[in-house]
């Protein structure tokens, strides 16, 4: 494979992720939310793979294997468990309107485009404009889980912040070393478990809602 | 003859595609009924339709205005030179000065589908009743949304081609100097948003239903019969293969080089493939969700107007 | 005739008609004529003199005035820029001409004197202020506009008249306290009131001065002009006055604020090289995008029709604004921008010229409507279309003149607008650029607003079934109102078709502004039926919007052959099914209705507020009334005016509680003030 066909490679899941990220802030179903983050996992395995052949790094081949077996077939199989046992209403609820929340992720896109021409030095090119589109993802995730009530969708936002911090990892350093791709996969794990067993055993609500966490003030 | 050639051209597409219209239907119907797993009326239903429509007598409210007879011929008339404005399997050689028949560009294109917008409507409020103005509110609403996220998808192309004369965006992408990159793929999936909501399909509007609370389109037509009502369906079909034209323009035009029938035929056989998938897309789409409800629309339409945003974004940053 | 003497004979009809009270006072219907003659021949005049002025340069109009005061000499000088507002000022006026004798004698004001004087004033002040050479000369037309409108605005009497006249003289004497105020800076820096010397001066100011004088200029210009948030006069003050006095104003006197906006910006205030400081275009872009959306979403839930006209004046000032801004954003700066910054000028005067054109249809045919009906809430017509179809085709044609579609004129500025802001996105690049195809989006917007709010007038008010006696029993309106009416039509549909000779008259105010190869070599460079945009990197648009009219009417014509085609299944008339029930204007959709799921999106903006009292009987499940109350407010008004207009009744009120009301008191006032003034002064 050559650097440039992995450069435009890399830039058409670009624009795929980015694609997904608007349909998770723009989702008003749990099981759609879901789905679409578990398609942007399957885009950043693909990335990986694409940039593994073009380096011929076996450790980003490892690395988009298990980013496919857990977080696009493992987590969203385990939150279906969650969302189907605990029967809680399908519709996401959010803090501000969808139309400012899709307002405020264009605004992070093109404040990230405009901040990577400045930052130019520290990518690649063989990786293209991953760097800008990873920023933009992991802030996204992170405005996902300022926007939304439930614990659910606030994980499903991890997961995205997650993709967007590989892929810029991705561009610009190849890729993160093994052991901390591994740990930061872990901590995913674990928080996605904690979270499960936080929302089975809280069943008094019909949706744990985080901001009841506010009455805890002294 | 080459001044006449290009009008021909010209009329020659837009023959073509009208002739088309109604076969792209036909065939949107039978994949959806397929997939629903029925059998679904034949592919040429849709031509059996307009004849038995063009054959009818028509019947006209008693309070309707000259207005009510005059909106379908207006309305297919602008259809049909929309139509004639994009190119489907051969683009002249551009002179210097732009098109050898400037007869329009995406702009203008876009103006004349708005145009016989703008006149159904007003002639739904023709014939008094409330199903003609809630279709008539309704859809006016919906044309106020999508407008402008097709500009924004429209001008992200031209702005990499330098122009919005769409035979000038198709010569752009076939004579190679274009690169399919990111901003193309966020601005195609915006407009595969924006082909439901052009071509009144689910989850933006249901063709099939006549209750007035699910009829966008279809309750404009309501009051209409006979001839007129055959006008406004063939305008209907014409304006959705023109945008799935317009979709095959801007990204991915299949293009003969030069006049020879091998390479028309071939063109030909390209436009035909991509029209099959658009309309197997838009078959999947009707089989397998629900119609939004109308108030969520600015939603569903706002994910096609942040695609387009950032394809913008992408292109100029 | 030279232009000189045809404008000389232009200022005199309309002093000729101006004292037809005087000459006819004692009878209403001389008056009335001869004073409409009066603007009447004064404004053809004024068409002849533009013309002229426009097609033959070389012909100056340049004039001074009797040296009425010792300091400053009255000229006047008449340019490209001039000459063409000139141009669309004398066409409304020929219109509204045709248009008064007509009206007023149906719909009369309390005084014939006030409404023929008052209109010549009005007109012939306003092709003053393009006359203008001088700032005294620039002023005094300025406030004879705004007098003569506001003796115009509460010509009819009545208590909402009076409150709109105080609204609008108030706003309209701040915004000429600005203009004054920066004239006077000008002019003390310069030392002579001749706008020769006040551009020489200019020219060596620096940055910083400069673009505060701009700033301080466009706030004056902008509460004339109607943008938003200093707009709130117009839908008070445009519904007030009579409907040919409403076209005027709508129509021409906002442009002679944007005529103002152009001659500081290009013209006086501008460095002698370089190019324009980038805020003064941002500034005006913004606020052309702001004005046109917020101008358009207010209009929609108007149901009163005179003031959905005038809220759809605030939206195409804000278009006209956008082009003008793109305009000042890149002139000067070389190449390819130049080309884009002569397409937005030249898509800013066309849509001048267009705006007047099919607003003043608009205005004209709600002056008809008031006249059949004496009724303007689109909630009382219906049915109109039936008795009285010339005015329906014809507001049908200014309908889709205003909602931008091909072929009419409307569709044709805002083509070029849209041409300037893609091809000044592509040359500005960068973020800069991505804000111009964001303006281009929300022209867009306003298009479809346009198209759907217009959808609701025209369909409400001339289809369905009438919804009030008046409604029913409306006749047509006699030939000289449809003569009127018709001229702008006619314009309309020609500016439409055959663009390329009107872009020959916008060829010299571009060349007088900003210079350059001018207009023939750019947009019309493939004749006069054909207009291109020539793109930063070799790449031409090119649409003949002749050649698409040919192909549209050929085939409406094919159409109509066909359909019209007598079949044997024959046609039959039968009423509406309306469920089973006898057909009535009730079941009709109401313009409430019809508005209704653009107020649900944009809640945001309007804050609606609605009521609703059911009066059930003894059975709660039987409504024997039911009372539907809403209310759209004005952003502007609640947030901004409210709040300075409580300010200042507090600060006023405290001022109050100090008056002693002795007289000692205020002669102890006077001295303190002669004391502090003479320490201050005095030394120099």
């Given at each position: 494979m050559t650097p440039e066909l992995a450069a435009r490679l890399i830039d058409a899941i670009g624009a795929f992720l980015l694609f997904t990220m608007i349909h998770i802030l723009a989702a008003s179903q749990l099981y759609r939310a879901i789905y679409v983050v578990a398609a942007q996992s399957v885009f950043i395995a693909l990335a990986g793979a694409v940039l593994g052949a073009a380096t011929d790094n076996l450790d980003l081949w490892i690395i988009a294997i298990v980013t496919l077996?857990?977080?696009?077939?493992?987590?969203?199989?385990?939150?279906?468990?969650?969302?189907?046992?605990?029967?809680?209403?399908?519709?996401?609820?959010?803090?501000?309107?969808?139309?400012?929340?899709?307002?405020?992720?264009?605004?992070?896109?093109?404040?990230?485009?405009?901040?990577?021409?400045?930052?130019?030095?520290?990518?690649?090119?063989?990786?293209?404009?991953?760097?800008?589109?990873?920023?933009?993802?992991?802030?996204?995730?992170?405005?996902?889980?300022m926007s939304r009530r439930t614990a659910l969708v606030q994980m499903i936002g991890l997961f995205a912040s997650e993709n967007g911090i590989f892929f810029t990892a991705m561009a610009v350093s190849q890729g993160m070393p093994l052991i901390i791709e591994i740990g930061v996969i872990l901590d995913v794990i674990l928080g996605a478990l904690v979270m499960g067993v936080l929302v089975l055993r809280v069943r008094s609500s019909i949706d744990s809602d985080i901001a009841d966490l506010d009455r805890l003030r002294g | 003859m080459p001044e006449t050639t290009p009008w021909a051209l010209a009329l020659g597409q837009m023959a073509l595609l009208v002739a088309l219209g109604p076969l792209v239907t036909g065939l949107i119907q039978k994949l959806k009924a397929r997939l629903q797993c029925r059998s679904g009326a034949?592919?040429?239903?849709?031509?059996?339709?307009?004849?038995?429509?063009?054959?009818?007598?028509?019947?006209?409210?008693?309070?309707?205005?000259?207005?009510?007879?005059?909106?379908?011929?207006?309305?297919?008339?602008?259809?049909?030179?929309?139509?004639?404005?994009?190119?489907?399997?051969?683009?002249?050689?551009?002179?210097?000065?732009?098109?050898?028949?400037?007869?329009?560009?995406?702009?203008?294109?876009?103006?004349w589908l708005a145009l016989g917008?703008?006149?159904?409507?007003?002639?739904?409020?023709?014939?008094?009743?409330?199903?003609?103005?809630?279709?008539?509110?309704?859809?006016?609403?919906?044309?106020?949304?999508?407008?402008?996220?097709?500009?924004?998808?429209?001008?992200?192309?031209a702005v990499a081609a330098g122009t919005t004369d769409l035979a000038g965006i198709v010569a752009h992408h076939t004579q190679g100097r274009h690169i399919f990159g990111a901003p193309d793929l966020l601005a195609l999936f915006a407009m595969l948003v924006l082909l439901l909501a052009e071509t009144g399909r689910i989850p933006v509007d249901n063709p099939d239903t006549h209750l007035e609370l699910t009829m966008l389109h279809e309750g404009m037509l309501l009051e209409h019969s006979g001839p007129g009502l055959g006008c406004l369906v063939l305008a209907h079909h014409t304006k959705q293969i023109v945008v799935i034209a317009l979709v095959q323009a801007l990204f991915l035009p299949p293009m003969a080089s030069s006049l020879s029938p091998r390479a028309l035929a071939v063109a030909f056989l390209g436009f035909a493939g991509l029209t099959v998938v658009l309309a197997l897309f838009l078959a999947l789409i009707e089989a397998s969700y629900a119609k939004l409800r109308f108030f969520r629309l600015p939603q569903f339409l706002g994910i096609g107007f942040v695609s387009a945003f950032l394809a913008a974004a992408l292109r100029l940053l | 005739?030279?232009?000189?003497?045809?404008?000389?004979?232009?200022?005199?009809?309309?002093?000729?008609?101006?004292?037809?009270?005087?000459?006819?006072?004692?009878?209403?219907?001389?008056?009335?004529?001869?004073?409409?003659?009066?603007?009447?021949?004064?404004?053809?005049?004024?068409?002849?003199?533009?013309?002229?002025?426009?097609?033959?340069?070389?012909?100056?109009?340049?004039?001074?005035?009797?040296?009425?005061?010792p300091f400053a000499a009255l000229s006047v000088s008449l340019d490209g820029l001039g000459a063409y507002f000139l141009l669309v000022i004398s066409l409304v006026a020929v219109a509204a001409a045709l248009f008064g004798p007509a009206y007023l004698r149906a719909h009369p004001t309390r005084s014939a004197a006030v409404e023929v004087a008052g209109i010549n004033v009005f007109v012939a002040s306003m092709a003053l202020v393009v006359f203008a050479h001088d700032a005294l000369t620039f002023l005094l037309a300025w406030e004879g506009m705004t007098l003569a409108s506001y003796a115009l605005v509460v010509a009819e009497g009545g208590e909402g008249n009076a409150r709109a006249g105080l609204v609008y003289i108030a706003m309209a004497h701040a915004g000429t306290a600005l203009l004054m105020g920066v004239f006077l800076l000008l002019v003390g820096r310069a030392e002579s009131f001749d706008f020769y010397l006040i551009r020489q001066t200019a020219a060596t100011l620096s940055d910083g001065e400069r673009t505060l004088l701009f700033f301080l200029v466009l706030g004056g210009l902008a509460a004339k002009a109607g943008v938003v948030p200093l707009h709130v006069w117009l839908p008070l003050a445009h519904p007030a006055a009579p409907s040919h006095v409403s076209a005027l104003m709508s129509g021409v006197m906002l442009k002679v604020a944007i005529y103002g906006v152009l001659r500081f910006g290009f013209d006086l205030l501008a460095p002698r090289e370089g190019p324009l400081p980038p805020s003064w275009g941002w500034t005006v872009l913004i606020l052309g995008a702001t004005s046109s959306v917020l101008g358009v979403l207010y209009a929609l839930q108007q149901h009163d029709l005179k003031r959905l006209l005038a809220f759809h004046s605030v939206e195409n000032v804000g278009i006209i604004l956008m082009g003008a801004g793109i305009a000042l954003l890149l002139c000067r700066r070389g190449g390819a921008c130049e080309v884009v910054a002569a397409v937005g000028l030249a898509a800013a005067l066309l849509h001048t010229l267009n705006h007047a054109a099919f607003k003043g249809l608009l205005f004209l045919c709600a002056g008809s409507i008031q006249v059949a009906t004496h009724l303007l809430n689109l909630e009382d017509l219906g049915g109109l279309g039936r008795r009285m179809p010339w005015t329906a085709w014809l507001f049908l044609l200014g309908a889709v003149a205003i909602s931008a579609l091909p072929p009419l004129n409307g569709f044709v500025s805002e083509w070029m607008t849209f041409q300037a802001l893609v091809l000044g996105g592509a040359a500005l690049k960068g973020a800069e650029g991505l804000a111009a195809i964001i303006a281009a989006?929300?022209?867009?917007?306003?298009?479809?607003?346009?198209?759907?709010?217009?959808?609701?007038?025209?369909?409400?008010?001339?289809?369905?079934?009438?919804?009030?006696?008046?409604?029913?029993?409306?006749v047509e309106v006699p030939l000289s109102m449809r003569a009127g009416m018709l001229l702008l039509a006619a314009v309309c549909v020609a500016v439409g078709v055959l663009p390329g000779p009107v872009l020959s008259l916008v060829d010299a105010p571009v060349r007088c502004l900003i210079g350059g190869p001018g207009l023939g070599a750019l947009v019309t460079v493939r004749g006069p039926l054909v207009l291109s945009a020539l793109g930063t990197d070799g790449g031409v648009t090119a649409v003949s919007t002749t050649a698409a009219a040919a192909l549209f009417g050929a085939l409406a014509v094919g159409v109509l052959a066909f359909v019209a085609w007598p079949r044997a299944a024959g046609r039959r008339l039968a009423p509406t099914w309306t469920c089973g029930m006898a057909p009535d204007s009730r079941f009709d959709y109401s313009a409430t209705a019809f508005a209704k799921p653009l107020r649900f999106i944009f809640a945001a903006l309007y804050q609606p507020k609605r009521t609703v009292e059911r009066d059930t009987g003894v059975n709660p499940y039987v409504v024997r009334r039911l009372r539907w109350e809403g209310d759209v407010v004005d952003i502007a008004e609640t947030q901004l005016y409210r709040r300075l207009l409580d300010g200042v009744m507090h600060v006023a009120s405290a001022v109050r509680r100090r008056s002693t009301g002795s007289i000692h008191g205020y002669i102890g006032y006077v001295i303190g003030t002669l004391l502090l003034t003479l320490l201050a002064f005095g030394r120099a």
């Open positions: 077996l857990v977080k696009a077939i493992l987590l969203p199989w385990l939150l279906f468990g969650v969302v189907r046992r605990i029967r809680i209403h399908r519709e996401i609820v959010s803090v501000i309107p969808i139309t400012v929340t899709l307002a405020i992720a264009g605004v992070i896109v093109v404040v990230a485009f405009h901040l990577s021409s400045s930052l130019g030095s520290v990518t690649q090119a063989i990786t293209g404009n991953a760097l800008p589109v990873g920023i933009s993802l992991t802030l996204m995730g992170v405005l996902v889980m | 034949g592919l040429l239903q849709p031509y059996s339709d307009l004849a038995k429509l063009f054959r009818k007598g028509s019947v006209r409210a008693d309070t309707a205005t000259s207005l009510f007879g005059a909106v379908p011929v207006l309305v297919l008339a602008a259809t049909l030179s929309a139509a004639a404005l994009v190119p489907v399997v051969y683009v002249a050689p551009q002179g210097s000065d732009g098109a050898v028949v400037p007869l329009g560009d995406a702009i203008l294109l876009l103006g917008r703008f006149l159904t409507a007003a002639g739904a409020l023709d014939a008094g009743g409330a199903f003609g103005g809630m279709g008539a509110s309704r859809e006016m609403t919906v044309a106020t949304l999508v407008e402008p996220v097709l500009i924004v998808v429209a001008f992200s192309v | 005739m030279r232009p000189d003497t045809g404008s000389s004979l232009m200022f005199a009809a309309y002093a000729v008609g101006a004292a037809a009270p005087i000459a006819a006072g004692w009878s209403t219907g001389v008056t009335r004529l001869l004073g409409h003659l009066g603007l009447l021949t004064g404004a053809v005049m004024g068409v002849w003199v533009a013309v002229l002025s426009l097609t033959q340069p070389d012909a100056p109009v340049v004039a001074s005035g009797p040296a009425l005061f989006s929300a022209l867009a917007l306003t298009g479809g607003l346009a198209a759907a709010c217009f959808v609701k007038a025209f369909g409400v008010t001339f289809l369905g079934r009438p919804r009030s006696s008046h409604a029913a029993e409306a």
